[in-house]
Nanobody, 129 residues
């Protein structure tokens, strides 16, 4: 079992930056693929980014991004701190959503919520124009 808690959301103006954190507890964090998703009002849950598992001693791992955030958002992980991050730059009003982190132990970096076994409660990000 893995327990995930997101933080770092808030209200910002267009063009600003935010960094979301996802603190994990439970099984060894480094063995999990971590993903970030978002869900806007009245919309389906949307893939944002994913990062592969990696050895504890290194936080470098392969990543995948949705086209809508590529070049603006960066996913990373710190296996010592058991935390995944989503750095969001140049935010746009259309980025407004509840952001969720998720974890899965098997599979690929495919851009789908299918296969993710554990989810956080979400953190609201609101971008004003």
């Amino acid at each position: 079992q893995v327990h995930l808690v997101e933080s770092g959301g808030g209200l910002v103006q267009a063009g600003a930056a935010l960094r979301l954190s996802c603190a994990a507890s439970g099984r060894p964090f480094n063995t999990y693929i971590m993903g970030w998703f978002r869900q806007g009002a009245g919309k389906e849950r949307e893939f944002i980014a994913a990062i592969n598992w990696s050895a504890v001693a290194t936080s470098y791992a392969a990543t995948s991004y949705a086209d809508s955030v590529k070049g603006r958002f960066t996913i990373s992980r710190d296996n010592v701190k058991n935390t995944a991050y989503l750095q969001m730059n140049s935010l746009k009003p259309e980025d407004t959503a509840v952001y969720y982190c998720a974890a899965k132990q098997f599979g690929s970096l495919a851009q789908s919520p299918i296969g993710y076994d554990f989810w956080g409660q979400g953190t609201q990000v609101t971008v004003s124009s």
